[in-house]
């Protein structure tokens, strides 16, 4: 598989129990997965490179085409399913997790893809996105971070900064935003990952592991909306700047982020949580042996949960970005698929045999 | 000693009590014991929303009502011939709908200064002269019962808290009950508490050994079994039969079953017995809320599953939307709503039929939805099969209308041999249904001659689209909320083709009434001038106002409606033979409203919302005066109003 190389091994896959093209036909590409309707974003719109990056990275995973779903919510980036050569509904607005998973629940030979934003998963679907968090059900949920209302023209999102003057907040939005990864980690997800529209190799590689996770993957992509937000993610994407404003995530590495590695990430004493320091030899700075190693896998979400605070709530000029937290839970829909083997394990006699023994079953008598 | 038998056609029992005083248990085991030995019967639960509600009072009383006899009844009855009442609670809130003359047994234990307040009388109704118009045998049900179970060392709380086994020993010598399926229960019930086992069966004996050697009961009584036509029966209320339904529609049409529901009164039942049967494929999912509930079967649905979302009325409400996106994706999927009393959280325990429009018009935009109703807790069954056979056969949702009568109230089913259920094919396509031609106007830029999937291409005679699921090779396609181009379902937004796709969904849901047998036409001697019109579970005391009609000597007909959307074809033509239409209903009109705008007949509604179910007398009465008026006599139902225990005809 293509993408930026992690640091994680691998372990039981999401994708497990999807068939997989035959080996003698030839090799999918990304017009495999491309259907004929025309793409209808803005001009511009990050989505576009999120959905070449997932028509490019789809062929990597090797499963019969028809075995993949996607399904959305409503928002812009919910367009998402129609531009995909595979099984896909666009549903209605915020429910696609609680779709996402009768469709998962009932098949297990499908690789389940939710494409949302987070007006349609943090405000309207909400409720859903958190459930499916806790139950881990076996999907990767994309979510589309704008910071903005695109399709409805321009008003707030539950992740756009306090202040924030729209359509719908003339003299400033109120409202506190959601951090979507600290609310991830806070719903029990036990995989928990950030990446950026534009960067496609840390992007496919992120999308990589998602897949390969069993369980609730949850990505959140920053994307540039051009049209109602535009450069919201300038700070992380601008070749200036990124360097100082991405903290990266890699397991098993030191988290150092800056020029030439000159800051990181080390264990607050005072708070419990994690800070930036300088790192370096000098007196004021911290030794590079002290930097906070990243361990994605660690069953305690604490640290995760820590390193997640340090996303700028206002406009961003600092964000972690990677894999936050990776660990194995069973999975809702193996667990549901295990208690119906095991309830029809014991049983004798066909359905209709059954059946006609339940139903004449009881307190019953005849009449003659 | 021997004592006096008498025979009776039928008889009306309330036990009433404390919400924790076990009412339900005591009159469903009564009904069940009843069932075994082949009466007809009918009940009506009536219980409080809480679940404890404050000991000894009003508000507390919890009550069950069985109506059995020897010939075929069809409600609960009106006024019960035997209230029994376990404290002063229970006699106050009950005494107004016992007629002169009913039997009374009370339990006097708590009849208490304390108590008789809390219920609300100043003096004790047992001491005074208030009660003089009824057979009131006073006893104290809980002392005898405290003395039964001495032996076994329980607590007095515990020991007391076999008192409705000793009132349902009583009553079962009282009828002639037989006492084995009783006891068999009540073994298995607490097999793991010997003690509390042996003291409840110990009380159960005791009760009637009391009414069989003290002189407090000089007769004792007989309701011979009814004649049914011949079969296996048991016992069911309606939630059961239901999810038996259910079951049966998933091993019909070979589908697994996928049920996504919230729980809620009164529909979280047929949640917990599905949540039983997994081995038949069934999974069920106590999904976060009402809206996940049925976005998780419409996802089942799109994936080869038969969904369904169990409810009542508020639940309803949450799903429109998502009813909607089953409308236009046309997929299979079952909505069933056990009404209750609304609007809001309304009368949680109590029955109502006023959702009916909620179904048919709930939702944005021309969304039509196939209804179907139940008119009796055996036949929640038969209609649950045909709820399926639509869904799958139309591809759409169908929304089946139950109530909390029909829920929780039971009744003798014949269980039906499988041979007799419907074979349900769910048609899965597999492979593609359209050739590519130049002159395609569909905008995919396929080739001359390439055969693709059309999701939205439909079969003439039902207008059903194809049902492709995912992983079946070649028909990848997508599916959602926005507007389908006819035939190829991408996205448009033409106005034409809008225009063209809202009346064929219509249509389709319309085509459904080619699929329906005649009309049932009760009108014995096609003398009635006046008919009745129906749905749901006013079935009984419609039939049971009606017998009283023509018992008196007059004519009248009836016609109760299995569905709702489509009405029935030959509805129109049935409605314009009859000079007078009367619908009763549990709610101020519903399908009234429907009939009138759609045949422009004048029909006259009957519209109780009490949380009960219809008196038969009094409906007897509505249907008397329109007989009256449209055929300009006098009526008088006087003689169709007592009992005949001769002839025991038609009491309802």
């Given at each position: 598989m293509s993408g930026t190389d992690l640091g994680l091994p691998a372990v039981r896959s999401g994708i497990e129990l999807v068939p997989s093209v035959d080996e003698d036909t030839p090799a999918q590409t990304g017009k495999d997965f491309t259907s004929n309707q025309e793409v209808r974003w803005c001009p511009g719109c990050g989505d576009y490179a999120v959905l070449k990056a997932v028509q490019g990275f789809l062929p990597d995973l090797g499963l019969r085409r028809e075995n993949i779903v996607f399904v959305s919510g409503i928002g812009c980036s919910s367009r998402f399913p129609y531009y995909l050569e595979t099984y896909g509904m666009h549903s209605i607005h915020g429910r696609a997790p609680s779709i996402a998973t009768g469709?998962?629940?009932?098949?297990?030979?499908?690789?389940?893809?939710?494409?949302?934003?987070?007006?349609?998963?943090?405000?309207?679907?909400?409720?859903?996105?958190?459930?499916?968090?806790?139950?881990?059900?076996?999907?990767?949920?994309?979510?589309?971070?704008?910071r903005i209302y695109g399709l409805t023209k321009g008003q707030y999102s539950p992740t756009s900064e306090t202040g924030k003057i729209t359509k719908s907040t003339p003299m400033g939005s109120l409202d506190h935003p959601f951090n979507p990864v600290s609310l991830a980690l806070g719903a029990e997800a036990t995989f928990v990952a950030r990446t950026i529209d534009s960067d496609r190799k840390h992007l496919t590689g992120v999308l990589s592991a998602a897949a390969g996770h069993r369980g609730t993957s949850f990505v959140e992509i920053y994307q540039n909306c051009p049209i109602f937000n535009d450069g919201a993610f300038d700070a992380v994407k601008s070749p200036v700047t990124r360097d100082e404003a991405i903290i990266p995530l890699v397991h098993g590495e030191p988290i150092r982020f800056?020029?030439?590695?000159?800051?990181?990430?080390?264990?607050?004493?005072?708070?419990?949580?994690v800070k930036v320091v300088a790192v370096g030899d000098e007196p004021d700075q911290v030794s590079a042996d002290d930097v906070l190693v990243h361990d994605a896998f660690s069953p305690d979400a604490t640290t995760a949960f820590a390193i997640s605070r340090l996303t700028d709530a206002g406009r961003l000029h600092q964000a972690p970005i990677g894999i936050f937290r990776q660990v194995s839970r069973p999975t809702y829909d193996d667990l549901a698929r295990d208690q119906i083997a095991q309830a029809g394990a014991g049983v004798t006699g066909s359905k209709s045999e059954r059946l006609a023994a339940l139903i004449g079953g009881g307190d019953t008598w005849t009449v003659a | 000693?021997?004592?006096?038998?008498?025979?009776?056609?039928?008889?009306?029992?309330?036990?009433?009590?404390?919400?924790?005083?076990?009412?339900?248990?005591?009159?469903?085991?009564?009904?069940?014991?009843?069932?075994?030995?082949?009466?007809?019967?009918?009940?009506?639960?009536?219980?409080?929303?809480?679940?404890?509600?404050?000991?000894?009072?009003?508000?507390?009383?919890?009550?069950?009502?069985?109506?059995?006899?020897?010939?075929?009844?069809?409600?609960?009855?009106?006024a019960p011939d035997v209230l029994v009442a376990m404290n002063?609670?229970?006699?106050?809130?009950?005494?107004?709908?016992?007629?002169?003359?009913?039997?009374?047994?009370?339990?006097?234990?708590?009849?208490?200064?304390?108590n008789l307040t809390k219920a609300g009388y100043a003096d004790n109704p047992l001491e005074d002269e208030s009660l003089e118009e009824y057979a009131v045998h006073a006893l104290d049900l809980t002392g005898m019962t405290v003395e039964a179970v001495k032996e076994f060392g329980l607590s007095r709380k515990d020991a007391a808290r076999a008192k409705n086994m000793f009132a349902l020993g009583l009553l079962s010598w009282l009828y002639g009950r037989p006492t084995e399926s009783t006891i068999a229960f009540l073994q298995k019930r607490f097999a793991k508490v010997p003690d509390i086992r042996d003291a409840n069966v110990a009380a159960y004996r005791a009760g009637w050994n009391f009414g069989e050697t003290t002189e407090t009961f000089v007769v004792s009584y007989e309701i011979k079994p009814a004649p049914m036509p011949t079969g296996t029966y048991r016992n069911i209320t309606g939630n059961l039969a239901l999810s038996y339904g259910l079951i049966a529609g998933g091993v019909q049409s070979g589908l697994p079953i996928f049920l996504g529901s919230y729980p809620i009164t009164p529909a979280s039942d047929i949640l917990h017995e599905l949540s039983k049967h997994k081995s038949?494929?069934?999974?069920?999912?106590?999904?976060?809320?009402?809206?996940?509930?049925?976005?998780?079967?419409?996802?089942?649905?799109?994936?080869?599953?038969?969904?369904?979302?169990?409810?009542?009325?508020?639940?309803i409400t949450l799903k429109s939307e998502s009813i909607g996106l089953a409308v236009m994706t046309e997929l299979p999927l079952l909505v069933i709503?056990?009404?209750?009393?609304?609007?809001?959280?309304?009368?949680?325990?109590?029955?109502?039929?006023?959702?009916?429009?909620?179904?048919?018009?709930?939702?944005?935009?021309?969304?039509?939805?196939?209804?179907?109703?139940?008119?009796?807790?055996?036949?929640?069954?038969?209609?649950?099969?045909?709820?399926?056979?639509?869904?799958?056969?139309?591809?759409?949702?169908?929304?089946?209308?139950?109530?909390?009568?029909?829920?929780?109230?039971?009744?003798?089913?014949?269980?039906?041999?499988?041979?007799?259920?419907?074979?349900?094919?769910?048609?899965?396509?597999?492979?593609?249904?359209?050739?590519?031609?130049?002159?395609?106007?569909?905008?995919?830029?396929?080739?001359?001659?390439?055969?693709?999937?059309?999701?939205?291409?439909?079969?003439?005679?039902?207008?059903?689209?194809?049902?492709?699921i995912p992983g079946t090779p070649g028909l990848e396609h997508r599916i959602g909320?926005?507007?389908?181009?006819?035939?190829?379902?991408?996205?448009?937004?033409?106005?034409?083709?809008?225009?063209?796709?809202?009346?064929?969904?219509?249509?389709?849901?319309?085509?459904?009434?080619?699929?329906?047998?005649?009309?049932?036409?009760?009108?014995?001697?096609?003398?009635?001038?006046?008919?009745?019109?129906?749905?749901?579970?006013?079935?009984?005391?419609?039939?049971?106002?009606?017998?009283?009609?023509?018992?008196?000597?007059?004519?009248?007909?009836?016609?109760?409606?299995?569905?709702?959307?489509?009405?029935?074809?030959?509805?129109?033509?049935?409605?314009?033979?009859?000079?007078?239409?009367?619908?009763?209903?549990?709610?101020?009109?519903?399908?009234?409203?429907?009939?009138r705008a759609r045949y422009l007949v004048d029909a006259v509604g009957y519209n109780h919302v009490r949380g009960l179910p219809l008196k038969a007398a009094e409906l007897a009465e509505a249907i008397g005066n329109l007989v009256a008026d449209a055929e300009g006599i006098e009526v008088d139902l006087t003689g169709a109003e007592t009992v005949d225990a001769t002839t025991g005809r038609d009491e309802g």
């Open positions: 469709i998962a629940t009932s098949r297990e030979d499908l690789s389940v893809w939710v494409v949302t934003g987070e007006g349609d998963a943090l405000s309207i679907g909400g409720n859903h996105l958190i459930h499916a968090l806790r139950r881990n059900v076996n999907m990767t949920i994309l979510l589309f971070n704008n800056g020029t030439d590695g000159s800051r990181g990430l080390i264990r607050d004493s005072a708070t419990g949580g | 000693m021997s004592k006096q038998v008498k025979r009776l056609d039928r008889v009306i029992i309330r036990f009433a009590g404390d919400s924790g005083d076990g009412m339900q248990l005591t009159g469903d085991r009564f009904t069940q014991e009843s069932a075994v030995y082949g009466n007809d019967l009918s009940t009506l639960p009536n219980f409080p929303a809480e679940i404890r509600a404050p000991q000894g009072t009003l508000p507390g009383v919890s009550s069950f009502q069985v109506h059995f006899a020897d010939h075929d009844i069809l409600t609960p009855g009106d002063p609670a229970a006699l106050r809130a009950n005494l107004g709908d016992l007629p002169k003359g009913a039997t009374i047994v009370v339990d006097t234990h708590d009849f208490t200064a304390r038949f494929g069934v999974t069920t999912f106590q999904a976060e809320d009402e809206i996940a509930g049925i976005g998780a079967a419409i996802g089942a649905s799109f994936s080869g599953s038969l969904g369904i979302t169990t409810t009542s009325g508020p639940g709503d056990v009404q209750r009393g609304g609007p809001s959280t309304g009368l949680p325990t109590k029955t109502e039929q006023a959702d009916l429009l909620q179904a048919m018009f709930g939702r944005n935009g021309e969304s039509p939805v196939p209804i179907v109703a139940p008119r009796s807790p055996g036949d929640c069954f038969d209609a649950a099969l045909e709820a399926i056979r639509i869904a799958i056969t139309y591809r759409t949702p169908v929304m089946l209308l139950s109530d909390g009568m029909l829920a929780n109230g039971s009744e003798p089913w014949r269980v039906p041999e499988l041979s007799e259920l419907p074979e349900i094919d769910p048609g899965f396509a597999t492979e593609p249904n359209h050739v590519v031609s130049t002159s395609s106007t569909n905008g995919r830029g396929s080739t001359d001659g390439k055969r693709e999937f059309w999701p939205y291409l439909r079969d003439e005679q039902t207008l059903a689209r194809p049902w492709a909320g926005l507007e389908k181009g006819d035939g190829h379902g991408n996205i448009s937004y033409d106005p034409a083709n809008h225009d063209f796709m809202v009346r064929t969904r219509a249509a389709k849901v319309e085509r459904i009434a080619e699929s329906l047998p005649p009309l049932e036409v009760d009108d014995p001697d096609g003398n009635a001038k006046v008919l009745v019109l129906g749905w749901g579970s006013t079935y009984g005391p419609i039939g049971a106002g009606v017998r009283r009609v023509r018992k008196a000597g007059y004519h009248v007909a009836q016609v109760h409606l299995r569905h709702l959307n489509p009405l029935p074809r030959d509805l129109g033509e049935i409605l314009e033979r009859y000079d007078k239409v009367l619908i009763p209903e549990m709610n101020l009109g519903q399908l009234a409203l429907l009939v």
